[in-house]
């Protein structure tokens, strides 16, 4: 019969549950186990204190005695202190009762044998007159004890007195107490692995029986998984309820505080974030503007219908360099128009020249240089602010391509270094790129149905505390009804059908605003006037007084203006 290999023995992992109760039996009994050693070293001290209270008190009631005064001159004070100190030692319950004269002789002692010789004990300092005591190894073993000197009417030392109580006497008392404490001591330890047995016996029930290895394991893969996603990550039951929100989503929605357990309604987003959360079909790379971000939003359903997963990519840094850039192209389509139209004027004075028209020649270019350089000069006398002044110049080359005049107007005034780094150089080029982009539109579009040539109105200049920007147009003007919803992500007047990108330059416009504490204001003069004030001093936020709607829809506020 052939031998069969056998398994090795399975390790015994006990559960999370078992270890805590080993622990906490451990820690129960640590702590019991100290308070009584502390209580008892407290008992201990107690008593030594009151033995010491106790023989210093005999002491001195003997010392005081007028007939220990008057045996200490007698021819035999033995014979008149040893009946007198046994009686006092039997009645106060010490151990000894010593009288000795000035040398350390004992005249009495409760073993007669010891009566005549020197006491064992420090007395140097009841020969000085005082009362000490010690604890001290004499004939009956180590005692508490304390010496005191017998003073006669000139107050001159006679006599030393010493009693004790030995430190053997002292534990027999203790024992008791010592008893009653152990009893007190085990019991609780008892009542505390009881109480340790049933909280462990539910948490078992609750860890399903899992040792602490396999539930780290289950929590670092939770972790992991949250913090390895890049992308804001949100689970919604089927009650559109915050199951799980990761950091990412947090920074991206501008969530504080505890968000688990609250419908999505109430997280202070934007109305459209929400719609588009809560609707019944899946969401694919929708755009969305939150007060302070552009995110892509993509949903897909749990299982049937269990829940949502929100999956959140940030897209601002995209958009305001999107924004940048077709800055950049605009200024590069102008550059090229100008060199353009500079190399036909070149053409006209060369040509004019080789005619002999020389004076003419000198007056063309003349009056070319100077209308250029107009506007250039206005722009850099007003704005020194470099970058403001690059995009006006910028722009205006873009609109008077596109047949729109760009005017600053005199007020407009910056000095270079005022405003403060919080009010960064591309918030500015989203306010004001955006709004002068959307005002050569509507200035170009009103001009078809108006017989003044199309023109856009730029004022930027400090107002007292504030950065103001103010374009306005010569165009159609923003309608009544559509107020409210001219700064909302997909409005657009604009009916070319292109999509995209259309409706958002605004919907920017505004989101800058607010991360910087600013206000927009639409107004309208002969068409749209829209007017941007951005706070030159930091904008603080007060903590805790914030509501979910402010978190949600930023500081800067927006007024309608007649």
């Not at 004269?101 to 002692?109: L, P």
């Not at 010789?117 to 004890?145: C, I, K, M």
């Not at 027999?172 to 010592?178: F, S």
Request: net charge negative; aromatic share 2%.
């Amino acid at each position: 019969m052939s031998a069969r290999t056998l398994p090795p023995p399975r390790r015994l992992v006990r559960s999370l549950a078992g270890q805590l109760f080993v622990v906490q039996v451990v820690i129960v009994a640590a702590v019991v186990a100290g308070g009584a050693v502390l209580a008892y070293l407290f008992t201990a001290d107690r008593a030594e204190d009151a033995a010491r209270r106790q023989v210093t008190a005999v002491a001195r009631a003997v010392a005081d005695s007028p007939a220990v005064r008057d045996a200490v001159a007698a021819p035999d004070p033995t014979g008149v202190l040893q009946p007198y100190a046994e009686r006092v030692r039997v009645d106060t319950g010490v151990s000894f009762v010593t009288v000795m004269d000035t040398g350390g002789v004992r005249w009495t002692h409760p073993l007669p044998e010891q009566i005549g010789r020197t006491f064992l004990g420090h007395t140097d300092w009841a020969l000085a007159g005082e009362t000490r005591s010690e604890t001290y190894t004499g004939t009956l073993g180590p005692s508490v004890r304390v010496v005191t000197p017998v003073l006669d009417e000139r107050r001159r030392v006679v006599a030393l007195v010493s009693a004790g109580i030995t430190v053997q006497s002292i534990s027999a008392q203790l024992r008791g107490p010592l008893l009653a404490l152990a009893g007190v001591a085990a019991a609780a330890l008892a009542v505390g692995g009881i109480g340790t047995y049933l909280a462990n016996s539910r948490l078992r029930r609750h860890t399903h029986g899992m040792g602490p290895a396999e539930l780290s394991h289950l929590y670092e893969y939770h972790q992991a998984t949250l913090h390895a996603v890049r992308e804001g990550l949100v689970l919604l039951d089927r009650d559109h309820r915050v199951v799980l929100c990761n950091d990412a989503a947090r920074e991206l929605l501008a969530l504080e505080g505890p968000v688990e357990g609250r419908p999505v309604a109430e997280l202070g987003l934007p109305a459209a974030l929400v719609a588009a959360v809560s609707g019944a079909g899946p969401v694919r790379d929708e755009v969305h503007l939150t007060a302070e971000r552009v995110v892509v939003l993509n949903t897909s359903t749990i299982g049937t219908g269990l829940g949502r997963v929100l999956t959140l990519r940030d897209h601002t840094e995209l958009q305001s360099l999107s924004g940048e850039l077709d800055s950049v192209r605009g200024f590069t389509e102008a550059l090229g128009a100008q060199t353009h139209e500079a190399a036909n004027r070149l053409h006209a004075v060369v040509s004019l020249i080789e005619l002999g028209r020389h004076r003419e020649a000198v007056e063309f270019a003349t009056a070319e240089l100077a209308l250029a350089q107009r506007l250039t000069d206005r722009v850099v006398a007003a704005v020194g602010e470099p970058v403001l002044a690059a995009l006006l110049l910028g722009k205006a080359a873009q609109a008077a391509e596109r047949g729109v005049e760009l005017t600053l107007t005199p007020d407009s005034s910056i000095d270079d270094g005022v405003l403060p780094p919080h009010l960064c150089a591309r918030d500015l080029i989203t306010v004001l790129g955006n709004l002068i982009d959307n005002a050569v539109d509507a200035a170009i579009a009103g001009a078809a149905e108006s017989p003044e040539p199309p023109e856009v109105t730029v004022t930027a200049r400090i107002d007292g505390e504030h950065l103001l920007l103010r374009v306005a147009d010569t165009g159609a003007g923003i309608a009544p009804g559509a107020v409210d919803d001219v700064f909302r992500r997909g409005w657009s007047t604009k009916e070319d059908g292109r999509g995209g990108g259309r409706g958002l330059g605004l919907a920017l416009v505004a989101q800058a605003a607010r991360r910087n504490g600013g206000t927009v204001e639409v107004g309208r003069d002969r068409g749209a006037v829209l007017t941007v004030r951005l706070p030159l001093a930091r904008p603080e936020r007060a903590e805790g007084t914030e509501s979910a709607r402010e978190r949600g829809h930023g500081h800067g506020s927006l007024v309608v203006a007649p």
